[in-house]
């Protein structure tokens, strides 16, 4: 794979995680003014608004969801750093590859299932039980979508860890680099 296109590729990935990221981040404004709102309303007001426990759930849901790709690319899921960081440079590329391919198809699972799962609230016009009655499909297509830019982001890493194999970082080139 030529360099110019895996670049390429890593930059649009990047950049659709950014976007997706983005969108959370504004997704927890909305929860935070919302949830701003609703105490103000129940507590000074005393007329607690019916949609607002609803609504912010689903959000931080999309929130958590679309902000996962992003969460992959700076690092911040778990890892047992104690045992990767004792692997031989090449055992630790293939520790990641295996990880990226199994990550891979998890979300590829996870994205199917997720699109099946919307696809029958769809057809079934399922709704929630609540007095808002919120049209579930909205709130299911979280998961794919969420999984369509973690499966990017591991998608990504394979192909750098593949075609262009960077060396692992170490106290001194990560303390330079900042």
Not at 140 to 166: C, K, N, S, T, W
């Amino acid at each position: 794979m030529g360099k110019k296109l895996l670049h390429g590729m890593g930059w649009a990935v990047r950049w659709a995680n950014w976007i997706a990221a983005a969108v959370a981040a504004a997704l927890l404004v909305f929860i935070a003014v919302s949830v701003f709102y609703e105490v103000i309303a129940r507590y000074v007001m005393r007329a607690p608004s019916r949609w607002t426990y609803e609504l912010t759930g689903y959000a931080l849901v999309w929130c958590a969801l679309l902000a996962s790709g992003q969460a992959l690319a700076q690092g911040a899921h778990v890892y047992v750093d104690l045992i990767y960081e004792r692997l031989s440079p090449l055992l630790a590329r293939l520790t990641n590859i295996l990880t990226c391919l199994v990550g891979l198809g998890f979300c590829a699972f996870i994205l199917w299932y997720g699109l099946n799962m919307t696809r029958v609230a769809i057809l079934i016009d399922q709704r929630s039980p609540t007095p808002l009655r919120f049209p579930m499909q909205y709130a299911f297509a979280a998961v794919p979508a969420g999984m369509v830019f973690l499966l990017l982001e591991f998608f990504r890493r394979l192909m750098f860890e593949i075609f262009d194999p960077q060396p692992p970082a170490t106290a001194s080139t990560t303390e330079a680099a900042e």
